[in-house]
């Protein structure tokens, strides 16, 4: 059920993330791939406009058998420095992590004698992480897109209060029209 939940969170967002401009075709949009503790992981559509952006990302790496991970993100910004082909921006963003499986570990039997069990355990684990960031941008030709950055965040697991203040690099690449 909290998949569920996930899913239609990151859905809204999206429309959270898109611009309402007056002019729409001045808004520069960008789909393609991130991975970062503050953009979230996954395939990743951007909405630039007038010096603002605002990005989604999402990837379910989940069956309903064995469980599995998903992870979204967001992320919003401004570039302070620069123009089309390379730029210096701001931002903050989120990152979800969800993750449910099952954890096994081996308890051995008396004396060793090799009769020992498999001893297996369900979790549900959710991580949020949020913070500012640096990045620096190049965009080549008019299409491509490239960014990386610098967050600082503090990463949080639900239910268990601060996990870690962490500085992972990220990444965003994809196709820009």
Request: with cysteine.
């Amino acid at each position: 059920m909290k998949i569920n939940k996930l899913l239609t969170s990151a859905v809204l967002a999206l429309f959270a993330v898109l611009p309402a401009p007056v002019d729409a075709s001045s808004v520069k949009n960008t789909v393609g791939f991130t991975v970062g503790s503050t953009t979230g992981l996954g395939l990743t559509y951007r909405a630039s406009y007038n010096n603002w952006f605002g990005q989604l990302a999402m990837m379910p790496l989940w069956n309903k058998e064995d469980g599995g991970r998903v992870f979204s993100g967001t992320q919003f910004g401004k570039r302070i420095q620069g123009d089309d082909s390379f730029y210096l921006n701001v931002a903050f963003g989120t990152g979800v992590m969800y993750a449910q499986g099952e954890d096994c570990t081996w308890t051995e039997g008396e004396d060793d004698d090799h009769s020992g069990s498999r001893v297996c355990e369900d979790y549900e684990d959710v991580y949020l992480a949020g913070g500012p960031s640096v990045g620096l941008g190049k965009v080549w030709g008019e299409h491509f897109h490239g960014e990386i950055y610098l967050p600082i965040a503090a990463v949080w697991k639900v239910g268990s209060g601060l996990d870690a203040v962490v500085p992972y690099p990220g990444a965003t690449f994809g196709y820009r029209w």
